[in-house]
């Protein structure tokens, strides 16, 4: 990966087995990626004034819990939806 300013993300969401899949067909097109992981449920933003991050509240299951992001380079993005759309 280059530089941070010159990704944009193909997924983002709460699903652990579509980023596991979406992170395979990438692998297997030779497509680099990055991934990020944000806990939802963390209270942080604010340190000890703890802003929770949370979308739902408890209405969420446990393992919605995390947010997924997977990035690839702006000139691999065009490729990487188009092998993410034929799985």
């Known amino acids: 990966m280059k530089n941070p ?5 193909v997924y983002n969401g709460t699903s652990m ?4 899949a979406i992170r395979n ?4 097109n030779h497509i680099e ?3 990020k ?3 939802l449920n963390h209270n942080s933003y604010l340190g ?3 802003v929770t991050r949370s979308m739902g509240g408890n209405f969420k299951e446990a393992s919605d819990s995390l ?3 997977i990035l ?16």
Not at 75 to 82: Q, V
Request: hydrophobic share 25%.
């Open 72 to 87: 690839v380079d702006k000139e691999d993005y065009d490729n990487a939806l188009g092998a993410i759309k034929k799985k």
């Open 17 to 20: 087995s579509e980023f596991n």
């Open 37 to 39: 992981t944000t806990d």
């Open 67 to 69: 947010l997924y992001e």
């Open 25 to 28: 067909i990438l692998e297997l």
């Open 48 to 50: 000890s004034q703890g």
């Open 5 to 9: 300013f010159t990704q944009k993300t």
């Open 33 to 35: 990626y990055k991934y």
